[in-house]
């Protein structure tokens, strides 16, 4: 069975310092 493809939307305006830990942050829910 494949594995579905997703999207996953960060909203950020001005917030750049946190976008890498909301990325970890989606990975992590992830696994």
Same mark, same amino acid.
């Given at each position: 069975? /494949? *594995? #579905?493809? +997703?999207? +996953? %939307? *960060? #909203?950020? @305006?001005?917030? /750049?310092? @946190?976008? #890498?830990? /909301? +990325?970890?942050? %989606? *990975?992590?829910?992830?696994?």
């Amino acid at each position: 069975m /494949a *594995l #579905p493809h +997703i999207s +996953i %939307v *960060l #909203p950020t @305006y001005n917030d /750049a310092v @946190y976008l #890498p830990g /909301a +990325i970890e942050s %989606v *990975l992590e829910q992830s696994e």
